[in-house]
């Protein structure tokens, strides 16, 4: 599993590289606070880098999710719409928010500024 600065994760197929879950970080959903909704992209919606992918709303506030890199949604986490609070209980696995096929092979890591976990709980 890869991580952001921004408390993203990202975990890449194992036979194909630009295939990955993306999701939020432990530390980053126990920031956010009790999640209460979601709102997903759609299946097939072309994500540009930087791009609001998902917005999440707390007891606390509403935050945007962006697209660590650009690429195409195949699929979207359905359980998270009647159960958002999944990402509370477990935001690293059954909390994921969508699978996409990233346009650019993201290795290695460190070249597109993602973290490996060791150095990610430096900064969590």
Request: hydrophobic content about 45%; cysteine-free.
């Amino acid at each position: 599993m890869l991580y952001t600065k921004e408390h993203d994760w990202i975990l890449l197929h194992q036979d194909d590289s630009s295939l990955a879950k993306v999701g939020i970080s432990h530390f980053a959903q126990k920031e956010i606070g009790e999640i209460v909704f979601i709102d997903l992209p759609k299946v097939g919606q072309i994500l540009q880098k930087g791009e609001v992918a998902v917005v999440l709303e707390s007891t606390k506030a509403a935050i945007d999710i962006y697209a660590v890199a650009s690429g195409e949604v195949l699929q979207v986490n359905e359980a998270l719409i009647k159960n958002p609070s999944l990402i509370n209980h477990s935001a690293e696995e059954e909390g994921w928010l969508y699978f996409i096929r990233f346009h650019t092979i993201l290795l290695p890591p460190d070249r597109f500024g993602l973290l490996r976990k060791e150095a990610y709980r430096v900064i969590s």
